[in-house]
């Protein structure tokens, strides 16, 4: 009963290096989610993906790209890493809004990212 | 665009006293509304969830929050901290049903309990 799964939980980045934030769920939920932590702003929504194949930008989609190859996996992917990108990021997931299952996201325990 | 707004950025209380965080939020239908709560180096974990109905939900460790539209509020509260309620709070409004649920976040409330 894993839920969200997130990795790697730490990661140091030099400035220009590309890397991928993993982010797996084993609930079949359709809906999935990435955010960026940032101090005194909450969460922000960067891209979301409605299901395999489907995904668009949120609130702060610049430098991050997104695929959905899969039910279980939603790979945040950073280009070229900027020191502007240093943050904590959290997966989430979530079902199809149903009266069953309503909007409940359900949260990864973050990778929390430095970019030197 | 919806917008939540979380005044307290930081809250002091003495254990075993009682609390309440704000909430304000800004959407013109009623939106669904989120109260999370963040351990220091831990993820988000939902407390408790309005959709619709009873204006007074009840979630986990205590914590209630009523839901008041006429004041676009939900407030968190708990009639007697407990020294492990230190942590982040996070209020959080989503569009509402049918739709992606997409989270627009408050900016944190920072609880420090002291013994």
């Known amino acids: 009963n894993a839920g969200v799964t997130q990795t790697p939980k730490f990661q140091v980045l030099k400035t220009g290096q590309s890397m991928t934030l993993q982010c797996a769920q084993d609930m079949n939920h359709e809906y999935m989610s990435w955010y960026r932590q940032d101090p005194g702003m909450g969460l922000r929504l960067i891209h979301y993906s409605v299901g395999a194949g489907i995904t668009d930008q949120g609130e702060v989609p610049n430098g991050y790209n997104v695929s959905r190859s899969t039910t279980e996996d939603f790979p945040l992917r950073l280009l070229s890493a900027a020191p502007s990108q240093t943050s904590v990021y959290f997966c989430?997931?979530?079902?199809?809004?149903?009266?069953?299952?309503?909007?409940?996201?359900?949260f990864g325990a973050g990778t929390r990212l430095s970019v030197l | 665009a919806q917008s939540v707004t979380q005044p307290d950025i930081h809250i002091t209380v003495s254990e075993g006293a009682s609390l309440e965080l704000r909430c304000n939020y800004s959407y013109g239908a009623t939106p669904y509304l989120f109260w999370y709560v963040q351990s220091p180096g831990q993820g988000l974990q939902l407390l408790l969830k309005?959709?619709?109905?009873?204006?007074l939900v009840q979630g986990i460790k205590g914590f209630e929050a009523e839901f008041k539209r006429s004041q676009s509020s939900f407030n968190l509260r708990k009639p007697s901290v407990h020294w492990s309620d230190a942590a982040e709070y996070f209020c959080a409004v989503d569009r509402g049903s049918g739709t992606a649920s997409k989270l627009t976040f408050g900016t944190g409330t920072r609880l420090q309990v002291t013994l």
């Open positions: 309005y959709f619709s109905g009873d204006t």
């Open positions: 989430a997931s979530s079902p199809r809004p149903s009266a069953l299952a309503k909007n409940i996201q359900y």
